[in-house]
């Protein structure tokens, strides 16, 4: 037996393992396969607002706690963008904020003209601590300085809160219409 030939089968009982470790770690959420963006179904924005509310109650009363690592029990990541993918009736676990802002499920649109169920999201920064997504609900003011939003933020889990992401300029916020929202 050759020397490649004696540390092939190890390696083959390596890779085979490694591949068995892969499969029952955690789900970690990935682009999106050609196809699947065509895949997720229509939601009215109705539909997408009662849904982003369950999390608020969905552990006895209490909100969804925040998790970048944990899977919640309906099978989304407990993050911002987790969160976002399981209002819109996404494919689980979700995609992260970079695809949702980058990988075909929303379209850019302008600040003033959000609408109920449309998202804000920082996907621009290096590091996934500072990325983010919200889901905005209705302008909190006349003028427009401010929005009520659900989000799942660090620390409070699952709320639904008062922000003015992406109206200060600056802050790497911008809206975005996700594909799958019907009016």
Known sequence: MSRSHRWSVPALAAAALLGSVTLTGPTHAT???????????????????????????ARGGKPVPYSRDLIWKDGFRQ?????????????????????????????????????????????????????????FDHWADAAHTKYWAYEQAGGAGTRYTIHDYGLTGGDGYHAAHPRNLTD
């Open 79 to 135: 993050d911002c963008s987790g969160y976002a993918s399981m209002a819109l009736k996404l494919p689980q676990p979700g995609p992260n904020t970079v695809a949702l802002a980058n990988d075909g499920w929303t379209t850019p649109i302008a600040m003033p003209a959000l609408g109920q169920g449309d998202l804000v999201i920082k996907a621009g920064s290096d590091s996934a601590r500072f990325r983010h997504v919200v889901i």
């Open 31 to 57: 682009a999106p396969q050609a196809g699947a963006i065509a895949a997720a179904p229509a939601i009215t924005r109705h539909d997408e607002i009662e849904r982003a509310r369950t999390w608020l109650v």
